[in-house]
Nanobody, 125 residues
Framework: QVQLVESGGGLVQAGGSLRLSCAAS????????MGWFRQAPGKEREFVAA????????YYVDSVKGRFTISRDNAENTVYLQMNSLKPEDTAIYYC??????????????????WGQGTQVTVSS
């Protein structure tokens, strides 16, 4: 089992920045590919970014490319999502997830086995 705990959410004005953290505990999460998803009110949960277990490969949804950066510190069992130039449409609950079985960076929800409880990000206009 892997436990994931997100932090770093909050209220920010448009154009501002936030850095989300995802602390992992339990089984060796450094071997897992990790991802961030988000869910806005009334919408489906959508993929945001993913990173390979080694940190060498990353993948982003088009709407956040150039603004968000995913990274990880395996020594600290933590994954980060640096979010810059935030827009009101980025408002959502952000979830961290771990993919224990797939070897590639993936944007498919069904590939992720463990999920955190989420952290709220609100961007005001």
């Amino acid at each position: 089992q892997v436990q994931l705990v997100e932090s770093g959410g909050g209220l920010v004005q448009a154009g501002g920045s936030l850095r989300l953290s995802c602390a992992a505990s339990g089984r060796t999460s450094s071997n897992y590919n990790m991802g961030w998803f988000r869910q806005a009110p009334g919408k489906e949960r959508e993929f945001v970014a993913a990173i390979r277990h080694s940190g060498g490969d990353t993948y982003y949804v088009d709407s956040v490319k150039g603004r968000f950066t995913i990274s990880r510190d395996n020594a600290e069992n933590t994954v980060y999502l640096q979010m810059n130039s935030l827009k009101p449409e980025d408002t959502a609950i952000y979830y961290c997830a771990a993919a224990a079985k797939v070897l590639w960076v993936t944007d498919r929800r069904r590939d992720y086995d463990y999920w955190g409880q989420g952290t709220q990000v609100t961007v005001s206009s």
